[in-house]
């Protein structure tokens, strides 16, 4: 399994805190959950989980039925078509489907590609869109298009893969009374991009959650071993890094308690280390105050 980069787990996680907030979309004639997910840059477990819908009732959606969506802006690339360049050639080269890129750049199937248009595609794992292709590309955040509208939104940064930065200041002593995911040997707190603290536990001992909530991202990031992502009431979002191995996955519901996965080793320390991070809107919240219910 490839694992994908710190500069992707950066993109995730601001793309995640948004997530408390929430729109309406009305479904039109046509329209599916996964299109909609789709052209909303979420994951469609999200929006299944946050409507309370299985994937049965995907299947039953109507016409002018209601569905809310998180409320964050997907990361895209911007592309520039060259000469002679169909929809089918791009979906092919970024391994995706033409009706996918249909739906994030809000085209109908009959739109023809022009010389020099620039269109969204995916980011690939590595953050640059350009790695394959060697086609000019900048990363945007761009809100959702109105069904047939051209555009490309901010420029927000220049796609280059720069590394975490782990400025650690080490805590002198643990207090015994913070309830932790993991038994805390030793605790650090990082600074820079990511917040959080480093947590130094037994090699595969359990992952415990410490906040009831729905877990909203799963999977490995260079650097962090496997990472679970949990939503949970207040607006907060619990980031557990670290795991050798996940027991849980997207869109399951959490608790107090429940194991999320094993404590690897870091290979940077050689220790057992665990990355956990709490935010709360856009904001970095200190792990020991976080709610733990």
Sequence with gaps: MKQKSPLLFIMLLAAALPLCAETIHVIQKGETVYSVARSYGVNPTVVLTLNGMTESDAKKIRAGQRLKIPASPASYGE????????????????????????????????????????????LTETGDPSAETGVPVVQTAVPPRESGTPGTGPLVNSGQNAPVSEQVRV???????????????????????????????????????????TVVSTGPYRGFGRVAIVQASGGYLYVYGGCETLSVKEGDRVEP????????????????????????????????KAPRN
């Design 79 to 122: 592309y520039r078509v060259s000469k002679n360049e169909t929809f089918y050639s791009i979906s092919r080269r970024y391994n995706i489907s033409v009706e996918e890129l249909l739906d994030m750049n809000g085209f109908s199937p009959a739109y023809v590609l022009k010389e020099g248009e620039k269109i969204r595609i995916p």
């Design 171 to 213: 805590s002198t002593s643990l207090d015994g009374g913070v309830r932790w995911p993991v038994g805390a040997k030793e605790l650090s707190y990082m600074t820079g991009k990511l917040q959080g603290v480093m947590i130094t536990g037994n090699r595969h001992e359990p992952v415990r959650c410490l906040a009831r909530g």
């Design 257 to 288: 308690g429940t194991e999320l996965g094993k404590l690897g080793v870091d290979p940077k320390s050689e220790k057992p280390r665990l990355f956990f991070l709490v935010y709360r809107g856009n904001n970095p919240v200190d792990p020991a």
